[in-house]
């Protein structure tokens, strides 16, 4: 019997009604309907401080990043919703990535980025429901050895695209979040076997 791909779902924000947060859960169905075992994080539920090398030097990795690392480590895949600030990823987000690039001793660089697939997404106020922003997630997260799905999901008009439930209104655009979580899911089980 085949195992499940584990998956690790988040968005780049903390906020509570995060249009982001509510989109990688859409995704996340759409991958445990193709068998996977996904983790859904909510990255204020681990709050780390701002990098700082000096800190890092002094302490070691703070306790919340490496709790992050370990459970990156656990998983194959991401589905990573990061929001649009000023045309980039947020700050949330890499802060994230840049500690737990935090190579620990005898641990191969960028442990827990190497040999994993995500799939990305956005959503955004604006127009382009923040496409910039992904620009700049892939070129990072292929620089961390990290594949990265060419299929993404952009949600336009966030304000106004989401059901109270968390669901969005227009019936294709669900099915399209929901499709990138599957397509995750397969590949990835494919990828194990």
């Not at 195992?3 to 947060?21: C, V």
């Not at 227009?170 to 399209?176: L, P, W």
Request: hydrophobic fraction near 45%; include cysteine; charged fraction near 20%.
């Amino acid at each position: 019997m085949a195992i499940a791909p584990k998956i690790l779902a988040f968005a780049g924000s903390t906020r509570t009604e995060s249009y982001n947060k509510k989109l990688v859960k859409i995704a996340a169905l759409g991958a445990r309907s193709a068998g996977a075992e996904v983790t859904y994080l909510d990255l204020r539920d681990i709050p780390m401080p701002l990098f700082d090398q000096d800190l890092e030097d002094r302490e070691g990795l703070p306790l919340n990043a490496r709790k992050l690392k370990d459970i990156m480590l656990a998983h194959q895949g991401l589905l990573i919703a990061s929001p649009e600030y000023n045309s980039s990823i947020s700050g949330v987000l890499k802060n994230a990535i840049d500690w737990v690039s935090r190579p620990a001793n005898g641990e191969p660089p960028l442990a827990c980025f190497a040999d994993k697939v995500a799939a990305i997404m956005s959503a955004s106020p604006g127009a382009l429901g923040g496409l910039r922003n992904l620009v700049h997630l892939r070129a990072i997260l292929g620089n961390l050895k990290i594949i990265v799905l060419p299929n993404q999901i952009t949600i336009a008009k966030a304000y106004e695209a989401f059901n109270s439930d968390g669901t969005l209104q227009d019936a294709q655009q669900q099915a399209a979040v929901e499709q990138i979580g599957f397509q995750l899911s397969t590949l990835l089980a494919k990828l194990k076997s």
